[in-house]
């Protein structure tokens, strides 16, 4: 196993081009959060907009619209229960997140359904959250799309079959090849491993610090705003999952506990820090 190390920054993060423009920087919808977690998909979009990507709209239940705007005017919304606005929508983003905040209720089904449907080829899908329990409970198909998985460890259980206490590199390998081939794993722990073609990484940031919810979906938002902008899709979920706990490390020097928005507003300052 490889340890991601602070290299992986200046590797990634590259000074912005005078000519470029908001559509350089990709775009991306975050499909989720229903009725009782629009704070998740608040706090992804977060990750998403402070990580630099070009253009960020919000697909989720239309009670959370204000609550949205309040916390990031630069967010577009669309209520993710019209259909076809979703699908128009979907089939013009470079990147896609479903699943934070999504709930496994009929609902998030459907819309799960839908995104599954839509996504192209050569667009990149996040999967995150709930999003991971229900392809795991209704055995779904996986589109033809560049897949990037986000589960903690228990969900990484319920995707692979594989228990907690048996989630070695070797059996999580394993069922990485069988069943998620070509596609990236983010297995998120204390020390997150990654498994993707060309290797197994493991993440070197990180403090308990972060145990506290919305977390991940932070963190699903912070890869999608950097596999938004970075060309290399590997490289750019490398350094997104050190970063997000990179500056935690940073936070938790004077902090008790670290809150998921904190590192959001922190990313701007970060990134500049360790741009190439
Ligand atoms: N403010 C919000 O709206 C929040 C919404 N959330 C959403 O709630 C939905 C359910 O996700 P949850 O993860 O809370 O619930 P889950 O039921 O999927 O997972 C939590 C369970 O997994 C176990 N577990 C074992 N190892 C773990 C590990 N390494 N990390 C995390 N859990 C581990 C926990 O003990 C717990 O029993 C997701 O869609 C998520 O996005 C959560 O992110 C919490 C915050
Ligand atoms: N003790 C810890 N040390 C380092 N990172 C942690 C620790 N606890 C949680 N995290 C990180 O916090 C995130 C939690 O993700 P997840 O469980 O999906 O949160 P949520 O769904 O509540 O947003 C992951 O990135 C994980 O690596
Ligand atoms: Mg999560």
Redesign the pocket.
């Given at each position: 196993m490889k340890e991601i190390e602070q290299s992986i920054l200046k590797e990634t993060i590259k000074v912005r081009s005078n000519n470029s423009f908001k559509g350089t920087y990709g775009k991306i919808a975050l499909v989720?959060g229903n009725q009782?977690?629009?704070?998740?998909i608040i706090?992804s979009s977060l990750g998403s907009v402070y990580s630099g990507a070009g253009l960020t709209t919000t697909l989720t239940d239309k009670n959370n619209q204000s609550s949205l705007h309040s916390w990031l005017p630069e967010a577009m919304f669309a209520d993710y229960k019209n259909t076809t606005e979703m699908i128009k929508l979907l089939e013009n983003m470079d990147v896609i997140t479903i699943?934070?905040?999504?709930?496994t209720d009929e609902n998030g089904l459907t819309i799960l359904k839908t995104v599954l449907k839509t996504v192209k080829p050569n667009q990149i899908l996040i999967i995150?959250?709930?999003a991971i329990?229900l392809i795991a409970k209704y055995q779904l198909q996986l589109p033809k799309a560049k897949l990037i998985f986000t589960p903690?460890?228990?969900?990484w259980q319920r995707l692979s079959g594989i228990k907690?206490k048996d989630q070695t590199e070797k059996n999580n390998l394993i069922a990485y090849k069988k069943l998620f081939k070509n596609s990236i794993v983010i297995v998120?722990?204390h020390r997150t491993q990654i498994y993707t073609k060309n290797g197994v990484y493991q993440n070197t940031t990180g403090t308990p610090a972060q145990a506290t919810?919305?977390m991940?979906?932070t963190l699903a938002g912070i890869i999608g705003g950097f596999v938004a902008q970075f060309k290399d899709t590997e490289n750019a979920v490398l350094a997104a999952v050190y970063t997000h706990s990179a500056i935690a490390d940073i936070l938790a020097k004077k902090q008790y506990v670290v809150l998921p928005h904190q590192i959001s507003e922190f990313l701007p300052k970060f990134m500049k820090d360790n741009e190439a």
């Amino acid at each position: 196993m490889k340890e991601i190390e602070q290299s992986i920054l200046k590797e990634t993060i590259k000074v912005r081009s005078n000519n470029s423009f908001k559509g350089t920087y990709g775009k991306i919808a975050l499909v989720g959060g229903n009725q009782n977690f629009g704070g998740a998909i608040i706090m992804s979009s977060l990750g998403s907009v402070y990580s630099g990507a070009g253009l960020t709209t919000t697909l989720t239940d239309k009670n959370n619209q204000s609550s949205l705007h309040s916390w990031l005017p630069e967010a577009m919304f669309a209520d993710y229960k019209n259909t076809t606005e979703m699908i128009k929508l979907l089939e013009n983003m470079d990147v896609i997140t479903i699943g934070t905040g999504l709930g496994t209720d009929e609902n998030g089904l459907t819309i799960l359904k839908t995104v599954l449907k839509t996504v192209k080829p050569n667009q990149i899908l996040i999967i995150d959250g709930s999003a991971i329990d229900l392809i795991a409970k209704y055995q779904l198909q996986l589109p033809k799309a560049k897949l990037i998985f986000t589960p903690h460890q228990m969900e990484w259980q319920r995707l692979s079959g594989i228990k907690i206490k048996d989630q070695t590199e070797k059996n999580n390998l394993i069922a990485y090849k069988k069943l998620f081939k070509n596609s990236i794993v983010i297995v998120k722990s204390h020390r997150t491993q990654i498994y993707t073609k060309n290797g197994v990484y493991q993440n070197t940031t990180g403090t308990p610090a972060q145990a506290t919810g919305g977390m991940g979906d932070t963190l699903a938002g912070i890869i999608g705003g950097f596999v938004a902008q970075f060309k290399d899709t590997e490289n750019a979920v490398l350094a997104a999952v050190y970063t997000h706990s990179a500056i935690a490390d940073i936070l938790a020097k004077k902090q008790y506990v670290v809150l998921p928005h904190q590192i959001s507003e922190f990313l701007p300052k970060f990134m500049k820090d360790n741009e190439a």
